[in-house]
């Protein structure tokens, strides 16, 4: 499954371990390794507060280092980033790679709703990271400069807008300052530990499990809410899965086990030790505190800098899986924006950009500080590590074929980590853990409305569709024939389509060459070239062709014809019309969906993005014609 050993995934050569394992640093662990500017502070002092005396202290910081083992470490950089499809990982790739090899299982159909659920979390982590770090950072100002906390807010707003508007020109120049960045944050965070840790080095003594342990069973129920914010120590954990694709798995490896967990360890153990010697005093923000007074300012600059940089990886994150989703078919088309000639996966989309915008800037108005906000940033998280564990017990008896006596126990303690997780979280509901949940459900409902609604559509048009051999053999010789290719667009690769009825009623011709041409999105990242185009000669000057793409390529029609060499003369794209059929959904009382999914679904049908953009058709080629269709 996957790469062999020693490969770095994705087609990365060992030669550029190091520089790619660099460049993870800057993009992958933005989100991980921004969670020490709060995640202790909120789990002494957030929703349920907790005695920063001696034994708790011990107790979190061990729970913080035994979770990131378990969950990062083992979980998802040991397990489940073997889980990858052709080198690319995340929940949307895994659904595909599961879905294509258990089409037939009775049980699929859950597995696909529960994939799209993590995915709609996704969003709402999307929408919340960008409010939680750069508040967090920002609020360090007023631990630096009391007489500037009132400018805290507005400081933040601006750095969000800034973030999110810069990002139509693209993250390739901006990124090349990322991993500079964060090396010196991390650098700068693990040296801050080391000297708190000097001062009490008693605090080591936190990576024994049995403080952990103790912690958990000298007071359950405070321990379990306690659990709630101690999970932010590990939020950001499925972002190295996700980002897998851009990194390969062995550099993320690398990154996370030399560099990053060592700098996240040892800030923890800092602030451990820091609450040893100033009790509830350094409650107030034990990450800044851990710098002397003369370098918190400095501290500010470089953490504001690393929260940006985590806000920017899951922004592009967003756009990426955006653009899976609707290569899978889970979404509408939108407009996208190629940021680099050089990088196909550096992409913008304006619609999910300014919508994520305002999502955070509603958020961040609303919620006001860091603090209240931790407690929506939790559940999105902690369920959408729940899911993985979900999908890797598919990927583990069904694609791995693992026997029993090794998957079960492997499995159950994933569930009884992730599960305690989620569940501490769901005490936070009232607190602001609503957000995550109800933006999940809009998202999950918009993405099932729409793959369910083009299921039904296209069972409609096959429904009323004519063979395509009658077709031909009662049109080709009464139509006139005219010189020149014509290519009907077709989400079915059978039957006739619309278009072509409709050309044909209202023209009253033929094209000399006529492609019925069907684009098809495959279960994996990337199709070879040798496998992109197959092509059938119906007789008569009718071809049916389809073109396979990957769910992260772009599909580009043109270029794909100007490879094709077995359908008569090349294609000469002044020679070529391109006819598309545009659908005018009717809400109706057939079975199918309620009434209020059918007009969702028929409302993001007018609202999609032209398919003569989306498929890179020439302007100037393009005729489109309507019609309506009952769903």
């Given at each position: 499954?996957?790469?062999?050993?020693?490969?770095?995934?994705?087609?990365?050569?060992?030669?550029?371990?190091?520089?790619?394992?660099?460049?993870?640093?800057?993009?992958?662990?933005?989100?991980?390794?921004?969670?020490?500017?709060?995640?202790?502070?909120?789990?002494?002092?957030?929703?349920?507060?907790?005695?920063?005396?001696?034994?708790?202290?011990?107790?979190?910081?061990?729970?913080?280092?035994?979770?990131?083992?378990?969950?990062?470490?083992?979980?998802?950089?040991?397990?489940?980033?073997?889980?990858?499809?052709?080198?690319?990982?995340?929940?949307?790739?895994?659904?595909?790679?599961?879905?294509?090899?258990?089409?037939?299982?009775?049980?699929?159909?859950?597995?696909?709703?529960?994939?799209?659920?993590?995915?709609?979390?996704?969003?709402?982590?999307?929408?919340?990271?960008?409010?939680?770090?750069?508040?967090?950072?920002?609020?360090?100002?007023?631990?630096?400069q009391p007489s500037l906390a009132p400018l805290v807010?507005?400081?933040?707003?601006?750095?969000?807008?800034?973030?999110?508007?810069?990002?139509?020109?693209?993250?390739?120049?901006?990124?090349?300052?990322?991993?500079?960045?964060?090396?010196?944050?991390?650098?700068?965070?693990?040296?801050?530990?080391?000297?708190?840790?000097?001062?009490?080095?008693?605090?080591?003594?936190?990576?024994?499990?049995?403080?952990?342990?103790?912690?958990?069973?000298?007071?359950?129920?405070?321990?379990?809410?306690?659990?709630?914010?101690?999970?932010?120590?590990?939020?950001?954990?499925?972002?190295?899965?996700?980002?897998?694709?851009?990194?390969?798995?062995?550099?993320?490896?690398?990154?996370?086990?030399?560099?990053?967990?060592?700098?996240?360890?040892?800030?923890?153990?800092?602030?451990?030790?820091?609450?040893?010697?100033?009790?509830?005093?350094?409650?107030?923000?034990?990450?800044?505190?851990?710098?002397?007074?003369?370098?918190?300012?400095?501290?500010?600059?470089?953490?504001?800098?690393?929260?940006?940089?985590?806000?920017?990886?899951?922004?592009?994150?967003?756009?990426?899986?955006?653009?899976?989703?609707?290569?899978?078919?889970?979404?509408?088309?939108?407009?996208?924006?190629?940021?680099?000639?050089?990088?196909?996966?550096?992409?913008?989309?304006?619609?999910?950009?300014?919508?994520?915008?305002?999502?955070?800037?509603?958020?961040?108005?609303?919620?006001?500080?860091?603090?209240?906000?931790?407690?929506?940033?939790?559940?999105?998280?902690?369920?959408?590590?729940?899911?993985?564990?979900?999908?890797?017990?598919?990927?583990?008896?069904?694609?791995?074929?693992?026997?029993?006596?090794?998957?079960?126990?492997?499995?159950?303690?994933?569930?009884?980590?992730?599960?305690?997780?989620?569940?501490?979280?769901?005490?936070?509901?009232?607190?602001?853990?609503?957000?995550?949940?109800?933006?999940?459900?809009?998202?999950?409902?918009?993405?099932?409305?729409?793959?369910?609604?083009?299921?039904?559509?296209?069972?409609?048009?096959?429904?009323?569709?004519?063979?395509?051999?009658?077709?031909?053999?009662?049109?080709?010789s009464a139509a006139t024939r005219v010189p020149g290719?014509?290519?009907?667009?077709?989400?079915?690769?059978?039957?006739?389509?619309?278009?072509?009825?409709?050309?044909?009623?209202?023209?009253?011709?033929?094209?000399?060459?006529?492609?019925?041409?069907?684009?098809?999105?495959?279960?994996?990242?990337?199709?070879?070239?040798?496998?992109?185009?197959?092509?059938?000669?119906?007789?008569?000057?009718?071809?049916?062709?389809?073109?396979?793409?990957?769910?992260?390529?772009?599909?580009?029609?043109?270029?794909?014809?100007?490879?094709?060499?077995?359908?008569?003369?090349?294609?000469?794209?002044?020679?070529?019309?391109?006819?598309?059929?545009?659908?005018?959904?009717?809400?109706?009382?057939?079975?199918?969906?309620?009434?209020?999914?059918?007009?969702?679904?028929?409302?993001?049908?007018?609202?999609?993005?032209?398919?003569?953009?989306?498929?890179?058709?020439?302007?100037?080629?393009?005729?489109?014609?309507?019609?309506?269709?009952?769903?």
């Amino acid at each position: 499954m996957g790469f062999e050993e020693g490969s770095t995934g994705h087609g990365h050569s060992k030669d550029g371990l190091v520089k790619l394992s660099l460049g993870a640093i800057g993009v992958v662990f933005g989100d991980i390794g921004t969670s020490p500017l709060y995640a202790i502070r909120e789990t002494f002092a957030g929703h349920h507060k907790l005695a920063a005396d001696h034994f708790n202290v011990m107790g979190v910081v061990s729970l913080m280092f035994w979770s990131m083992i378990l969950v990062v470490t083992f979980q998802y950089v040991a397990i489940i980033m073997r889980a990858d499809n052709k080198g690319e990982g995340g929940s949307l790739a895994l659904l595909a790679l599961i879905n294509s090899r258990t089409k037939q299982a009775r049980w699929s159909r859950g597995i696909v709703l529960l994939g799209v659920f993590a995915c709609a979390l996704f969003y709402g982590d999307s929408m919340i990271t960008p409010a939680v770090t750069v508040l967090g950072a920002v609020e360090g100002l007023a631990v630096a400069q009391p007489s500037l906390a009132p400018l805290v807010l507005p400081i933040a707003v601006a750095i969000i807008i800034g973030l999110f508007t810069i990002q139509k020109k693209g993250t390739g120049k901006i990124g090349l300052f990322f991993a500079p960045v964060m090396l010196l944050y991390f650098a700068v965070i693990a040296v801050l530990g080391v000297l708190s840790i000097v001062q009490t080095p008693e605090i080591l003594w936190c990576l024994s499990p049995h403080n952990a342990i103790a912690f958990l069973v000298h007071d359950p129920t405070r321990a379990f809410l306690a659990l709630g914010s101690v999970v932010l120590a590990v939020t950001g954990a499925e972002a190295l899965y996700a980002d897998m694709g851009h990194f390969g798995r062995n550099p993320i490896r690398v990154s996370w086990l030399v560099f990053v967990l060592p700098a996240l360890m040892l800030n923890y153990m800092g602030q451990g030790a820091l609450l040893f010697r100033m009790g509830e005093a350094g409650l107030e923000s034990p990450f800044y505190m851990l710098a002397p007074d003369s370098l918190q300012l400095p501290l500010v600059i470089i953490a504001t800098a690393a929260a940006t940089i985590a806000s920017q990886a899951v922004i592009s994150g967003a756009f990426s899986v955006t653009q899976q989703a609707i290569q899978l078919g889970f979404m509408p088309r939108l407009r996208i924006e190629h940021t680099s000639a050089s990088t196909a996966g550096q992409i913008y989309i304006p619609l999910i950009n300014w919508l994520l915008l305002s999502a955070v800037l509603v958020l961040v108005a609303f919620f006001h500080s860091s603090s209240n906000l931790t407690a929506a940033y939790g559940i999105a998280v902690t369920g959408a590590m729940l899911i993985d564990t979900c999908l890797l017990a598919v990927v583990l008896f069904r694609l791995w074929n693992w026997p029993a006596w090794m998957a079960v126990p492997l499995l159950a303690l994933f569930f009884v980590v992730d599960g305690a997780y989620f569940t501490a979280n769901l005490t936070k509901v009232t607190s602001g853990g609503w957000f995550p949940l109800l933006a999940g459900l809009i998202i999950f409902t918009i993405l099932t409305t729409w793959a369910k609604g083009r299921q039904l559509m296209m069972a409609r048009m096959r429904e009323g569709a004519m063979p395509i051999k009658v077709f031909i053999q009662s049109a080709a010789s009464a139509a006139t024939r005219v010189p020149g290719t014509a290519v009907f667009m077709t989400s079915t690769p059978e039957g006739v389509p619309h278009a072509l009825l409709h050309n044909l009623k209202h023209n009253k011709v033929l094209h000399e060459r006529i492609i019925l041409l069907t684009i098809k999105i495959a279960d994996e990242p990337y199709v070879m070239e040798g496998k992109r185009c197959h092509l059938e000669d119906l007789g008569h000057g009718f071809h049916r062709m389809v073109l396979k793409y990957g769910f992260i390529e772009e599909p580009d029609v043109p270029l794909a014809l100007a490879n094709v060499h077995r359908c008569g003369a090349d294609f000469r794209m002044m020679d070529t019309s391109f006819f598309l059929s545009r659908q005018t959904l009717l809400p109706s009382a057939r079975p199918g969906m309620m009434i209020w999914r059918e007009k969702l679904f028929a409302w993001m049908m007018r609202n999609a993005e032209s398919a003569m953009e989306f498929f890179r058709l020439p302007t100037n080629r393009v005729v489109e014609l309507g019609s309506q269709l009952e769903i």
